[in-house]
């Protein structure tokens, strides 16, 4: 294969990258949506304290998210500009955005490996200081507050002698199905769920960045030699 043929070989692969990329964004732009404005997760924000842990690391989480997808969007675009128009410059610019999102990922994942149950932990603690409060009739809020929790959750209680559905807490419960789940397990369960979820575009974005870096890495040099697909700016004339 010639290098004309690599070059367009490389130019459509970017192209596809280009649009899986953009795809990417905006999956993570919902996931970051949905982590903020979520039932689930803004039914827990209403609750928690000014200042708490869990107040940081949503803010944390959504910020990160947004900004992630906004560099991917804006690199897709970019690169996918620069592909068609043949722009050394928009290429870079494409592997830059390409590049900060690779270290911002790479953040991300090692975040989670060393504190794999922050927000868990966040998430649980206020849950127990709304439910110990609740059951201690100390505020009538907290006690609309929780009855929000498990409805939304579809849960009960903690399992625990001072917990179990149907003793001074069995009026905070709702539902047929809130009856019989415990609230710390439903919590757990539906954030581990979320987690995988997170865990999984992690992993696909790295992956998606370093292909993204090679291929438009090498596009750019392509560019800066004069390997142009159309071969613009090279016309000789032939004598009559």
């Known amino acids: 294969m010639g290098p004309w043929s690599r070059v367009r070989v490389a130019k459509c ?19 970051a949506v949905l982590t903020y404005l979520g039932a689930h997760f803004a039914v827990i924000g209403r609750a928690s304290p000014v200042g708490s842990p869990y107040e940081a690391v949503h803010r944390w989480a959504f910020f990160t998210g947004i900004s992630l997808a906004g560099l991917l969007i804006l690199g897709a675009v970019l690169s996918a500009a620069a592909t068609v128009r043949e722009a050394g410059g928009l290429m870079a610019g494409g592997f830059l955005c390409f590049a900060l999102v690779f270290c911002v990922l790479v953040q991300v994942a090692f975040w989670r490996h060393h504190n794999p149950t922050q927000v868990e932990d966040a998430m649980l603690d206020t849950y127990d200081l709304v439910y110990d409060q609740a ?16 409805d939304t959750f579809l849960c009960c209680g903690k399992s625990s002698p001072l917990g179990l559905p ?15 789940q ?13 987690g995988h ?21 090498f596009l750019w040099f392509a560019i800066r030699s004069g390997h142009s697909l159309d071969r613009k700016g090279t016309y000789a004339l032939s004598p009559h």
Do not use: N, P
């Open 13 to 31: 692969q970017l192209l596809v990258t280009s649009f899986f990329v953009l795809l990417l964004g905006l999956l993570v732009a919902s996931m």
């Open 135 to 150: 059951v201690k009739g100390s505020s009538g809020t907290r006690r609309q507050e929780l009855v929000a929790i498990q």
């Open 166 to 180: 149907g003793g001074a807490d069995a009026d905070l419960c709702r539902g047929e199905g809130a009856a019989v």
């Open 182 to 194: 415990d609230c710390l397990q439903s919590i757990t369960s539906f954030l581990r769920t979320h």
């Open 197 to 217: 979820v997170a865990s999984t575009l992690t992993s696909i974005g790295l992956a998606s960045m370093v292909y993204a870096m090679l291929i438009s890495s």
